[in-house]
């Protein structure tokens, strides 16, 4: 049987996971000594409530790579295929821990790991793909090609609501070129060679909404998508970029999620954004 895993920087609707047989590594955020297991016991409602009560920035942490093979030994049988898709090695090092677990059961299972350059909604997307393609007798091989193209044709976009969980993270590259306008700022981060940069900086909210939605116009063009719309704690702006996406897209699917809770660590409440995945026979549901 062929298991596909992710990790907990991926952003889809609940109930993929059950359709599609989608097993998460479950990641971990940390507030000061107090450490967190991110999985089904913490939604998104609970993590934000635990920013408020501590009033602190938290930071995502990986689990072990001994802690990975037995979360691979304990969804799969001797014998079985796992398909591990992960968020972009260039943004975290969860990537390059579940090459080492990798190592560690390969006489156990047929293992693959993938670096899907990209993290949030275009995970789901990835593992959607895969258990579709799966399900139509497609080969290994030819799934892990399919998605390893993918990776050169995402498209993301997103805008930041505060700066401060981004800076304290480190996760956006040249983030310290804007800081000393950090109060009139609101940067436009677009996914590039597997970082997160800046694409954009403009002064407002409303023009940062705007721009999101352009830039995913301009890099899809008239081709067919997937759409997801992924908010971190602001479901009405999200609806707004839904409204607005709607009119400029040629969209086969469109899903709104809430960020991974170790994400929105990173990138803090108010963080939206849009991800498009290129559609193909592979990915249709």
Known sequence: MLRIVTDGAADMPLEWKREYQIDVIPLMVRFGEETYLVDESMP????????RLKNMVPKSSLPSPSQIAEFYRKIARKGDTILSIHLASKMS???????????????????????????????????????????????????????????????????LDNLEFAHLSGRISALQNILSSVLKIKPIIILKDGLLQIGDK??????????????IRQKIGTR????????????NTAAYLIDKIKTLTNIK???????AIPVAANLGPGTVGIVAYPDDEGTSA
């Open 44 to 51: 998104p409602e609970r993590f934000y409530q635990l920013v």
């Open 224 to 235: 067919s998508v997937q759409i997801a719309v992924v908010h971190a704690a602001d479901p």
């Open 202 to 215: 403009v002064r407002t909210r409303q023009r940062a909404l705007d721009k999101v939605v352009e830039i």
């Open 93 to 159: 090092g969860t990537f390059h821990a579940v090459q080492m677990a990798a190592r560690e059961v390969m006489q156990e299972f047929s293992i693959h790991t993938i670096d899907s350059g990209a993290g949030s909604a275009a995970l789901g997307f990835m593992c959607r793909q895969a258990r579709m393609m799966d399900r139509a007798g497609e080969s290994i091989s030819s799934i892990i090609s399919a998605l390893e193209n993918k990776t050169r044709q995402l498209a993301v976009a997103f805008t």
């Open 253 to 259: 699917d469109l899903v709104v999620t809430d960020l």
